[in-house]
């Protein structure tokens, strides 16, 4: 089979009615609808999230992006009075040296940007139409992020009535741990303790990495991301801990379950032969049709904007599993049956 061209991504769009964007989270979190398809029977069902453990083969492997979000909107003050937004680029910053940062306003070299304390960031660089800041304050960036940050939840969700301390909490997994992401792994924002607890019940055991999410996973696809047949590069950091558990598991025949897209590009890279070894540095993993998948056997996300790579990853995993309906036949159903899509909507699970 030929490999996918910028033109085929026609095939990954669909209409998709406005009511059908969830732009606030559900409570409690697992009350969100469940779309099971069974790729072996070709089989449709449908149920809540909370009864996840009923579909997942006992003694699995569920591997989870422990990743944390952080407030990475700002609103400061130009030099000349007016507000702009920095969308400070955390995922990128390795915690030393100039600040990465997006902006909406025209600023120059030198400008600083103030906070509303006092303290500023100072333009030292741009490169193309991203700026690089230096901090004056004698407070760390992740301190001034807690007190004047805004959740960094995509433009579509936002309300005028939207609730910063609610959406620290609702865009982020009850098990985020450690990280730095502008964007939430979304397919993990419906679980709880509870279903965890169903889960360990089942003997489904857990694992985690720790990919930053960044901008580019919102990104429309261009044509080198197919000439390449590469992404916009994150930060992976695979543990030796979960290298172990995971081995064992495949050693053991046991099915493994990726929680979200990128748990899968995390597995499928540093899993190619089969088999992990520990993992700490920058992946750009584009996977598309067709895809053969090493490593995950099970997939649970979410709904996906039209003609994303995200989609396309989708697709690859139900064609590699020999799939009768691609990724836009499911979503075709999905819609008919009113599921919610996006961030804060519902989820698939692909077995």
Do not use: C
């Amino acid at each position: 089979m030929e490999h996918m061209k910028m033109s085929d991504l026609d095939q990954y769009d669909y209409e998709l009615p406005p009511e059908l964007i969830r732009r606030e989270p559900l409570e409690p979190r697992d009350s969100a609808r469940l779309f099971i398809y069974d790729t072996a029977t070709d089989m449709v069902r449908f149920d809540v999230f909370r009864n996840l453990a009923q579909y997942l083969p006992a003694e699995s492997l569920m591997v989870l992006n422990d990743t944390r979000v952080r407030p990475a909107r700002l609103w400061l003050r130009k030099p000349t009075g007016g507000k702009i937004e920095v969308f400070v680029l955390v995922n990128e910053w390795g915690g030393a040296g100039a600040i990465p940062a997006l902006v909406d306003r025209r600023i120059s070299i030198g400008d600083r940007l103030s906070f509303p304390n006092g303290d500023g960031l100072v333009v030292v660089e741009q490169q193309e139409a991203k700026f690089f800041f230096r901090m004056e304050s004698t407070r760390t960036l992740f301190e001034l992020l807690d007190e004047f940050g805004e959740t960094p939840v995509p433009h579509y969700l936002e309300s005028d009535e939207k609730d910063e301390r609610k959406l620290r909490e609702r865009y982020q997994t009850v098990f985020a741990a450690t990280g730095q992401s502008v964007a939430a792994p979304t397919a993990s924002l419906h679980f709880t303790d509870a279903v965890f607890q169903s889960l360990a019940m089942k003997g489904i055991g857990r694992a985690s990495i720790t990919l930053d999410v960044g901008l580019g996973t919102f990104a429309a696809l261009s044509e080198s991301s197919f000439e390449i047949g590469k992404l916009h590069r994150e930060f992976v950091t695979v543990s030796a801990e979960t290298v172990d558990v995971l081995n064992q598991a495949r050693s053991a025949g046991k099915r493994v379950v990726a929680v979200g897209t990128t748990v899968t590009r995390t597995l499928e890279t540093v899993g190619r032969e089969g088999h992990v070894i520990p993992f700490a540095g920058s992946i750009d993993t584009f996977i598309y049709p067709p895809h053969e998948f090493k490593m995950v056997d099970i997939l649970i996300t979410n709904f996906h904007l039209p003609k994303t790579s995200l989609m396309l990853l989708v697709d690859a995993f139900l064609q590699n599993k020999g799939a009768k309906r691609g990724v836009t036949g499911l979503y075709r159903v999905a819609i008919q049956e009113k599921f919610s899509f996006y961030s804060f909507g519902d989820s698939l699970l692909i077995l």
